[in-house]
């Protein structure tokens, strides 16, 4: 599923970066790599702020549906 669905506070890991390769690539450089843990800490309005590898990234909810969780 999307990170977007996912409860604010929850530690997931990521399973899959969708997109084609820049998408992939730029999401990579962010920190959002596969089997790494990742933590939707709020959604406000159509952004979501993740907190990846100790650092908070604010997304909007169009890039944030490309990461895939488990």
């Known amino acids: 599923m999307p990170v977007t669905m996912a409860d604010p506070g929850r530690i997931m890991k990521i399973d899959r970066i969708m997109g084609n390769d820049k998408v992939r690539a730029h999401l990579h450089e962010l920190g959002f790599v596969e089997n790494h843990d990742v933590t939707v800490i709020n959604k406000i309005g159509e952004n979501v702020i993740l907190k990846?590898?100790?650092?908070?990234?604010?997304?909007?909810?169009s890039m944030a549906r490309r990461i895939m969780i488990r």
Request: proline share 0%; hydrophobic share 50%; glycine share 0%.
């Open 52 to 61: 990846v590898k100790e650092s908070r990234i604010a997304l909007d909810m």
